[in-house]
């Protein structure tokens, strides 16, 4: 699973998205309960807005109800799941821009954070899924399928866990997946990025930064 990625600054959301920056800042790191900003379809094109990294963030869990982690959604449960079924079936659909995102790797025995991106650390996007609260906020969740099988993806995680990736998009295929409102359709979108086309190497742990309230 991703729960740790690097999002796309003002200037390359403008020039390879296509889109207006949100109008506030956000942190050069991504975890969960932090803002970062995501690509939806409108009626006219593309705009983008500031969510927050997690389908339900903490602070919308009442007193008393279990945290459950949300950050990411198996395809293979997110139309079951009332965290994600009713914004799966209704097609809210996003982009989630991005130049890496970070696994571990226990390869040495021990965790070593590693980078994974495409070659040249070029922007991407990350099939998202999104919702919005009462209050007009935002928050969002990236899909995830099995990599048991997946040359790169298989190497990350604990011994012994399920492997699991994000789904990069082919840019040819942004639209499609923006305004696409079948969620059968939609699925057939649901691919991991063969390795080739990905880069991936170790890299320094940086200081956490406390998540914004």
């Known amino acids: ?35 970062a900003p995501i690509v939806r379809a409108t009626e006219s094109g593309r705009e983008c807005v500031l969510g927050s990294f997690s389908m339900v963030p ?3 869990i009442g007193p008393g109800v279990r945290y459950y982690p949300t950050a990411n959604a198996r395809a293979e449960t997110m139309g079951k799941l009332s965290s994600f079924a009713k914004y799966w079936k209704a097609g809210q659909l996003c982009l989630i821009p991005a130049t890496a995102f970070y696994e571990p790797n226990y390869e040495s025995g021990k965790a070593v954070r590693w980078k994974i ?5 070029e ?3 990350i099939a998202g899924l999104w919702r919005s609260w009462p209050d007009g906020a935002v928050s969002f969740t990236m899909p995830t399928l099995n990599a048991d099988s997946h040359p790169l993806m298989r190497r990350f995680h ?12 082919p840019r040819e295929s942004w639209d499609d997946w923006l305004t696409c409102r079948d ?21 320094p742990i940086p200081p956490r930064v406390k998540a914004a309230p």
């Open 58 to 60: 903490k602070a919308r």
């Open 1 to 35: 699973m991703c729960v740790n990625y690097v999002p796309l600054q003002r200037k390359i959301l403008r020039d390879i998205f296509g889109v207006e920056p949100p109008e506030f800042d956000w942190k050069p790191e991504t975890w969960p309960d932090y803002a």
């Open 117 to 121: 991106g495409l070659a040249g650390w």
């Open 158 to 169: 604990k011994p012994g866990d399920e492997k699991r990736g994000i789904v990069v998009l």
């Open 183 to 203: 969620s059968e359709v939609a699925r057939t979108f649901l691919r991991l990025l063969p390795p080739e086309q990905l880069v991936a190497e170790p890299a």
């Open 123 to 125: 922007p991407f996007a």
